[in-house]
């Protein structure tokens, strides 16, 4: 199936909110993936609402300068209650990069996001496995399946509360792995435990990745596999 051929079959009738904090700089281009499925999706400001949305992405970026700590900042903003609210109400929530850190920063999924054993900020391709695709933001995967999605991060060493129940629970939903699909140190690009490059919270409805899926929309830009995790959370809402 193509990317045009999954964009026809995702519902026009669905809202996202792509919530942006004073730093956010991948705000609109999540929008404009999410655009091109024919979603009704919106920018809003973290002064303002998220209420009646379906779903709430949190874009990257760098929010207040990640002071204090990448997220940090932003986590303790009033609208975080709104995201608690719609991860509550079952609906999907994903963070990629910032977000990621932000979702992070709250509590409201596990773990923590450390500096890249290289010390460096790091804008590369990376391959992922996909761990499970029990999720809304990999359903349009098969289990096994690399793929290839940017990264840009100079924080995102992932490292888990407690790895055990990530996998008893099957809530990892990427590793980093090489070409062959197999989970290597070479292949992992900021030192994440394990190789894991994202996660889900304990219900299932809200993911963490550090690579974005956004710069991974179109095939012209090198990949649209980033695409699918977009597809899969909207299908979510509205299958």
Not at 108 to 119: L, P, R, T
Not at 166 to 195: C, H, M, Q, W
Not at 198 to 227: C, F, K, Q, W, Y
């Amino acid at each position: 199936m193509t990317a045009t051929d999954r964009s026809e079959s995702v519902s026009e009738s669905t809202s996202v909110g792509v919530l942006k904090f004073g730093g956010s700089n991948c705000d609109i281009d999540v929008k404009k993936v999410l655009d091109s499925m024919g979603e009704d999706a919106e920018l809003v400001w973290y002064k303002e609402s998220l209420e009646g949305h379906d779903g709430v992405v949190l874009p990257g970026g760098f929010s207040y300068g990640d002071y204090l700590r990448a997220g940090a900042i932003a986590s303790e903003t009033d609208i975080m209650e709104d995201v608690v609210e719609i991860a509550d109400d079952g609906k999907p929530v994903l963070g990629i990069c910032n977000g990621a850190q932000i979702l992070c920063e709250s509590g409201i999924v596990e773990g923590a996001y450390a500096q890249n054993v290289s010390a460096k900020f790091q804008c590369e391709w990376v391959n992922l496995r996909v761990e499970t695709t029990d999720s809304p933001f990999t359903s349009e995967f098969e289990e096994g399946e690399v793929i290839q999605i940017p990264i840009a991060h100079a924080e995102g060493r992932y490292i888990p509360e407690d790895i055990d129940s990530l996998y008893d629970d099957d809530r990892i939903l990427f590793k980093y792995v090489d070409e062959n699909g197999e989970a290597t140190d070479e292949a992992n690009p900021n030192g994440s435990i394990d190789n894991i490059a994202g996660v889900l919270g304990e219900n299932r409805n809200v993911g963490v990745m550090m690579p974005h899926p956004e710069r991974a929309s179109e095939s012209l830009i090198g990949s649209d596999d980033g695409r699918r995790v977009f597809e899969g959370m909207v299908e979510s809402v509205d299958p």
